[in-house]
């Protein structure tokens, strides 16, 4: 069984998101779907001068966030399954619909840091690319 | 009008739950999406599931077009994460981090399963894991003589696994990682190391050991559990200092809630040495289940045993993710779609 990611002919002509389209956000939301995050959360965002967290809040709570962009040759995808597997370990596709190269992280009520789960897990990338290279010197 | 339902408890599951659960967001290195060049096949990257090659569990990887690369798909999850994109909500808040793998970690348990040159092709099959094939044509499998000998002619592509080549090729890893996790800053002192992995930029001076014994136990992650512990004499690292234990295991007492075997003494006979490595692991960090030594051991003796296999999947999810705290969220991914 193989899960092929392909293309999606949506994406033709279409630049990468935006970091002020993708928020990653310190909530569960118990909903999936349309949603008019431009009309109701974008613009309750600010920046201060001076240091590069911003301000927000969603239903009344503070939120602080950051841009975090992916280290270098890395890239975020969004694939969807348009169609369901009729069977199990079926060869299945899923399509990129979106991709990008930096997101917006948001916290309540703190400023993220390297304290956050997330954050420290972006270590992993330096190290398993040290970890996984070919070593330089050669043997046997 | 849509709604943006978020009152936390409030809330109830809506039937649109379709879209949640066939959509997710990757993080991923852009090579495994490119086709190489003179490809000519009509190939895409795709996730497959093979062996982890330290526990033997099902694991997911990713391939790119042709093969050439692989990396292992990891998970990151917490409570309480959504995501907005663009003009929509996604309740799922997982992320999957998909990093390059060197295919030959994933080529080492079946090249050890036996003592005889094969020919690769023999070698990497699996009747249970049909995917390990694609092994064949990953690049890096070029480099394989750096963990084996080829035997006979040229065009049988036959190896025998070399066990004094491998761990000198472990060392340069181990080594190498060591020398990131230094130039990173990344804490790795026994006692200062929390579950929580507080980052502080007050970090003490890290002797070179504490680096070397904590890369260790990354690259053990990719290892088997009698090869891991063949790295560490070959490193020549000590075994635990009594002063140096004694903070540790006061540590570990005290974040298990003095589960007896986190006090094995320091200097326990050979025959502690496997609880003893997995100490050593606790001491990265780990909130390792140390009341199933025994078990576990059996679990990777029995490898290529299936039955073994439930619950060691469990096992080597919860000990990635707690060995090392810079990763602490990440664990490897069964099932991800």
């Known amino acids: ?140 | 009008m849509p709604r943006i339902k978020a009152s936390p408890k409030k809330c109830v599951k809506t039937s649109n739950s379709q879209q949640s659960s066939n959509t997710w967001v990757f993080l991923l290195k852009g090579e495994a999406l490119e086709v190489p060049e003179g490809f000519a096949g009509t190939g895409t990257p795709d996730i497959v599931q093979l062996r982890h090659p330290q526990s033997g569990a099902t694991a997911m990887f990713l391939f790119s077009p042709g093969d050439g690369m692989v990396q292992e798909v990891l998970t990151f999850s917490e409570n309480r994460r959504s995501w907005f994109i663009e003009e929509s909500v996604k309740s799922d808040g997982k992320m999957h981090l998909s990093t390059p793998i060197d295919p030959i970690f994933l080529a080492l348990p079946y090249l050890r399963k036996t003592s005889q040159a094969m020919p690769l092709d023999q070698l990497l099959k699996d009747e249970e894991f049909p995917e390990t094939e694609r092994l064949l044509r990953s690049i890096s499998l070029k480099h394989l003589n750096q963990v084996a000998d080829r035997k006979g002619d040229e065009d049988l592509n036959a190896y025998k696994y070399n066990e004094e080549k491998t761990l000198s090729w472990l060392q340069r890893k181990t080594e190498r990682v060591a020398e990131v996790l230094k130039q990173k800053g990344i804490h790795v002192s026994g006692g200062a190391v929390s579950a929580t992995f507080v980052k502080s930029g007050k970090s003490e001076p890290s002797d070179s050991e504490s680096y070397l014994r904590y890369a260790h136990g990354i690259v053990s992650e990719y290892l088997t559990e009698d090869l891991s512990i063949k790295l560490l004499k070959y490193l020549g690292l000590p075994e635990e200092k009594p002063s140096e234990c004694h903070g540790k295991r006061k540590l570990s007492v005290a974040q298990y809630g003095g589960n007896s075997n986190a006090a094995v003494p320091p200097c326990a006979p050979t025959g502690e040495l496997f609880k003893k490595a997995r100490q050593e692991d606790l001491a990265n960090g780990g909130v390792l289940d140390l009341t199933k030594p025994e078990k576990d051991l059996m679990a990777d003796l029995n490898f290529y045993d299936v039955g073994a296999e439930l619950s060691d999947s469990v096992e080597a999810r919860n000990f990635l993710t707690c060995l090392h705290p810079n990763i602490m969220k990440l664990a490897q991914s069964c099932v991800i779609l």
């Not at chain 1, 999606?8 to 002509?13: C, F, I, N, P, Y």
């Not at chain 1, 999936?32 to 995050?37: H, M, R």
């Open chain 1, 1 to 140: 069984m193989a899960v092929h990611i392909k293309r999606s002919v949506k994406l033709e002509g279409k630049t990468e998101l935006m970091n002020n389209s993708i928020h990653y956000m310190p909530c569960q939301i118990h909903t999936d779907g349309q949603a008019s995050v431009s009309k109701y959360f974008k613009p309750s965002i600010k920046s201060q001068d001076g240091n590069d967290v911003l301000y927000s809040s969603f239903r009344g709570y503070p939120l602080m966030g950051k841009v975090i962009s992916l280290p270098k040759g890395y890239k975020g995808i969004v694939a969807q399954e348009t169609v369901k597997p009729m069977t199990e370990g079926a060869e299945r596709n899923i399509h990129v619909m979106h991709t990008f190269t930096s997101f917006t992280y948001w916290n309540w009520d703190k400023p993220p840091s390297l304290n956050d789960a997330l954050l420290s897990a972006l270590d992993w990338i330096d190290i398993s690319e040290v970890l996984h290279s070919e070593s330089g010197d050669t043997s046997g």
